[in-house]
T-cell receptor, first 115, second 118 residues
Framework: GAVVSQHPSWVICKSGTSVKIECRSL??????MFWYRQFPKQSLMLMAT?????????EQGVEKDKFLINHASLTLSTLTVTSAHPEDSSFYIC???????????FGDGTRLSIL | DQQVKQNSPSLSVQEGRISILNCDYT??????FLWYKKYPAEGPTFLIS?????DKNEDGRFTVFLNKSAKHLSLHIVPSQPGDSAVYFC?????????????????FGQGTILTVHP
């Protein structure tokens, strides 16, 4: 149980393009999902908390207009990187848990490369 | 400010021996700790967790120890197997003392690369 699926796994696109990443909880409902970013050889950094039916909560330093989060249902959250530039190239990972006091389970991540 | 630290970037162990991965934290509000295993280009896989009301939790070959006074936790893997070779992250969360949007947020350490030699 507690399977999280993320799509796509790899995206290469031109600078200025907007990219949407999907995160789905396959066998459970998640009122809260989390979005992380990992740069090479660094730790996972929380970007934002995605709340079903309400606005996402962004961490300090994360541009909410740049990284649009939509959590339209209990099983789906999307992250849209708007007008992506090379510095946005990174590994983006989402997570969800059955309850917030239980372990988070992660998707397999999306490798985003902006040319 | 790195609230969760894994001071050893890498660890090399012989198959069959014990692997000990260490993690230190500074935020006294943290009361729930987890260990994750991660392969390149994949998301982290949950291994084991521990609540601050305990000092030890065991699951098969994996045991996590928590020393609250020292703000230190460790993951023991015994016996180590080549398939255990990966990056290990510790993470911490403040459940009891966090409210609203802070509840459930994880802070990760930098990771330790474990290599288990046959």
């Amino acid at each position: 149980g507690a399977v999280v699926s993320q799509h796509p796994s790899w995206v290469i696109c031109k600078s200025g393009t907007s990219v949407k990443i999907e995160c789905r909880s396959l066998d459970f409902q998640a009122t809260t999902m989390f979005w992380y970013r990992q740069f090479p050889k660094q730790s996972l950094m929380l970007m934002a908390t995605s709340n079903e039916g309400s606005k996402a909560t962004y961490e300090q330093g994360v541009e909410k207009d740049k990284f649009l989060i939509n959590h339209a249902s209990l099983t789906l959250s999307t992250l849209t990187v708007t007008s992506a530039h090379p510095e946005d190239s990174s590994f983006y990972i989402c997570s969800a848990s059955l309850q917030l006091d239980q372990p988070q389970h992660f998707g397999d991540g999306t490798r985003l490369s902006i040319l | 400010d790195q609230q969760v630290k894994q001071n050893s970037p890498s660890l090399s162990v012989q198959e069959g021996r014990i692997s000990i991965l260490n993690c230190d934290y500074t935020n006294s509000m943290f009361d729930y700790f987890l260990w994750y295993k991660k392969y390149p280009a994949e998301g982290p896989t949950f291994l084991i967790s521990i609540s601050s009301i305990k000092d030890k939790n065991e699951d098969g070959r994996f045991t996590v120890f928590l020393n609250k006074s020292a703000k230190h936790l460790s993951l023991h893997i015994v016996p180590s197997q080549p398939g255990d070779s990966a990056v290990y992250f510790c993470a911490a969360s403040a459940l009891t003392n966090a409210g609203g949007t802070s509840y459930g947020k994880l802070t990760f350490g930098q990771g330790t690369i474990l290599t288990v030699h046959p």
